[in-house]
């Protein structure tokens, strides 16, 4: 498999800046080690383990209080000694084993908008019958941990928060799980690749300007501009008598305006979001303008068609056409 290939466009800033090629490969060849899953089980293959900066000072002290021993004969040194070892070969059994055989399992994602952080749910299950302390999540080259434990035959619950670089359909960075209880002189962590992806919508425009105005079905009259901008694809104001039926309540719990539906003009004209409307050149920002019309089509009850290039939606509306637009946005 290719090296590009294999490389998640997920990565932190870190290992993408160039010259950091030795560091790469490593990753690639520590990625091939990894399947994709969104549930895993950290086995005794996935778990790893080195001292850390108090194990290091504890490991030296050892042998400043060894060769103490040895050099005057100090029978109390040699247990003193000893016993901290022993104390040490203990905590990196009970390490190892915090995070040995605990289950992860992530929730896929919600679609998030560029700009906004993306929060990853994941549920720990831990199986045997002693608890589990001091557990911390993070992004792998985030130095942002969430901290948990896990009680015995329970469960635990915990969200990381990371921020897409750009809009698209994005595979999930790796995820790390780390431990150093009991007594932090050890260091044991394990990688996790997910499998899930994370699509992410343009970022709306601030501010958006008006939507445009509508086009005139095939075979209806065609309207003055003015007519188009005065009333917006069967839309008028409230009239004595009119059904509450038409009544836009959207739109009247937004301005506090009564505002009903034209059913004749909604005939016979349709609202269509093209880019060519947009009148901007920047294809990002004509994706941003596209996402805040239709999301404000969307709050005033419009029925509201979308075309990207070749890519054509028809009008409706609803939770469901929303997010259809939506992801056309995102993967335009």
Known sequence: MPFRAMMPSALPTFW?????????????????????????????????????????????????????????????????????????????????GTLRGLQLNLLPPAPQFAGSAARLQIHLHNP????????????????????????AQGSA????????ARRGLHPLPLLTAETRFPMGIFRVWSLWRPAAELLVYPAPEIAAPPLPAGEPRDGAATQSPRQQGDQHDGLRGYRRGDPLKRVVWKKMAKTGELISRDEARAQAMVLWLDMRLTALADPEQQLSRLCAWVLQA?????????????????????????????????RY
């Not at 520590?30 to 108090?54: E, F």
């Not at 045997?128 to 009680?151: A, C």
């Not at 029925?303 to 637009?325: I, N």
């Open 16 to 96: 993408r800046q160039p010259g950091n090629h030795l560091r790469a490969r490593w990753q690639h060849w520590w990625l091939l080690r990894l399947a994709p899953t969104d549930s895993t089980v950290l086995t005794q293959r996935l778990v790893y383990v080195l001292p850390s900066r108090p194990g290091l000072m504890l490991a030296a002290t050892l042998l400043v209080l060894l060769a103490t021993a040895i050099n005057y004969q100090l029978n109390l040194g040699y247990l003193l000694t000893f016993l901290l070892a022993g104390c040490a070969a203990a905590s990196l059994h009970l390490c190892h």
């Open 157 to 164: 619950n915990v969200q990381l928060a990371f921020a897409p």
């Open 128 to 151: 045997r019958h002693s608890g589990r302390y001091g557990i911390g999540l993070s992004v792998w080259g985030e130095n942002q941990w969430v901290w948990t434990n896990v009680p």
């Open 298 to 330: 969307e709050r005033l009850g419009l029925d509201y068609g979308l075309r990207l290039g070749a890519v054509s939606l028809g009008p409706d509306q609803g939770e469901v056409h929303k997010r259809r637009c939506l992801e056309a946005l995102a």
